[in-house]
């Protein structure tokens, strides 16, 4: 099993910034993948920004040139670093983390820490 622990969220002013981290602990050593997916009520969930070992990043349109996703294979974590932030990013902010060089891939999300963003 593994286990993510997110942190770092709060309330921030439009065209704020905030940095939220997650750290994964337990069967850590096969992890190949890690991301943020983000969730507001109401709405599906959805894809902030994704990091690979390699690392290759993959990020939401929405989010594209305002966020930066960084990974830290040593230590199991990945920081999102939110800049010009809106108010529709207020969400609650999910880690994930994936084995992709299996079948089915093995899938892990973190409890979720809550982005508000005052208008």
């Known amino acids: 099993q593994v286990q993510l622990v997110e942190s770092g969220g709060g309330l921030v002013q439009a065209g704020g910034s905030l940095r939220i981290s997650c750290a994964a602990s337990g069967s850590t050593a096969r992890i190949n993948l890690m991301g943020w997916y983000r969730q507001a009520p109401g709405k599906q969930r959805e894809l902030v920004a994704t990091?690979?070992?390699?690392?290759?990043?993959n990020y939401a349109d929405f989010v594209k040139g305002r966020f930066t996703i960084s990974r830290d294979n040593a230590k199991n974590a990945v920081t999102l670093q939110m800049n010009s932030l809106k108010p529709e990013d207020t969400a609650v902010y999910y880690c994930?983390?994936?084995?992709?060089?299996?079948?089915?891939?093995?899938?892990?999300w973190g409890q979720g820490t809550q982005v508000t963003v005052s208008s």
């Open positions: 994930n983390a994936r084995i992709t060089t299996i079948f089915p891939n093995s899938v892990y």
């Open positions: 990091i690979s070992s390699g690392p290759t990043t």
